[in-house]
């Protein structure tokens, strides 16, 4: 192997293979990244057995060929190595790789393993794809990352499902039980049944396929998602993910969804949380919750303790009057995900889910906030 590529392109791809990669791990290989030449690019990829991310640098690829380097060691040398010009990267016939530079004034050599021991868990089959938009994939995730379950013990909650949502139709949805968000993918196209229960994207997958989704939007193309034998693929430009799905299923979440007519309140997006912000903030030493209550032409934002009460009434206008709390940082979170002037508040009973509809948001979506008992 012997490649000339731009030391600032060869680090971003090390960069994004070495966020894949497992620094600490007892296998060897999953401390190392595997650098491949070819085809007029030099690729890096990087596993921890349940993600594997490669990406890809333009360069001038004088003889084919692969090898590997430790990737703690491969990160901090390119993030570092300053102004050298072109490097020349080439395998050092056991496994390793030599970096110097064209100009002759640097020059690395980093041991490595055999390449052919480092894992492969390149999709095998595509049970289900979808195309969709970078730009709408982007905006779904986006909306919807917050509300991933962090609690281990529920690990079907650990990421964002890809829902089937009636013929051809897909939603991406994500709870952590307390609350819950869904978008819909109306500009998607569905190949093949996306099975009942659904495709979990693990947690740790969702920011590398944002990433991907992004560069996808950057370039008004689209990205397709491929599903089979447990594990997606996704791919635009010199990047690409393959990750294990979530071995789950995501519960039948529409139970807890607001059912029927139900009273309403509209409120600025921005107003409400900056609200959130102010009294979550200020409540944050004493409770993590906050009282939403409605009057006539307002709803006020409050936190109070034995001795001290902190509130902002913001204009609002609808039909429900009552009282509800909720997580401060729920509400925040919420409000920091949509897009839009306003929102829409469902309320229902005192403890029932409450409905948060953005008219405003560039995809269809539906938010759940479950309430928290407070003094009446």
Known sequence: MKVVVAPKAFAQAVAAAADAAD?????????????????????????????????????????????????????????NIGAVGDLVIEGDGRGGLLLRAAAGDFEARLPGIPPE??????????????????????????????????EETRYYLNGVCVWPA??????????????????????????GTVPEGGLIIPRAAVPIVLRIASAAARDDAAVELRFGGGLVAVRHGGLSLVSRLVDGQFPAYERVMPKGERPGLRVGREALEDAAELVGGWMQAVRSWLVLEAGEGRLTVRGTDDATAVSRTLPAEGDWRGKVGFNARYVADAMDALEGESVVLRVGGPSEPVGIEAPDHPLPVRFVLMPVRIAT
């Open 23 to 79: 620094r600490k791990a007892s296998v060897p290989a999953l401390r190392h990244v595997f650098v491949e030449a070819g085809g007029g690019s030099l690729a890096v990829l990087g596993t921890d057995l349940d993600r594997a991310v490669r990406a890809e640098a333009p360069a001038d690829v004088e003889e084919d060929g692969a090898a590997t380097a430790p990737v703690e060691v491969l990160a901090r040398l390119v993030r």
């Open 117 to 150: 021991e480092f894992p492969d868990i390149r999709p095998r089959e595509t049970a289900v794809a979808i195309r969709v938009p970078g730009r709408d994939l982007a905006v779904a995730l986006e909306t919807v990352e917050h509300a991933v379950s962090h």
């Open 166 to 191: 009636g013929e051809g139709a897909v939603v991406l949805v994500a709870t952590d039980a307390h609350r819950l968000a869904e978008v819909a993918l109306t500009s998607a196209e569905v190949r």
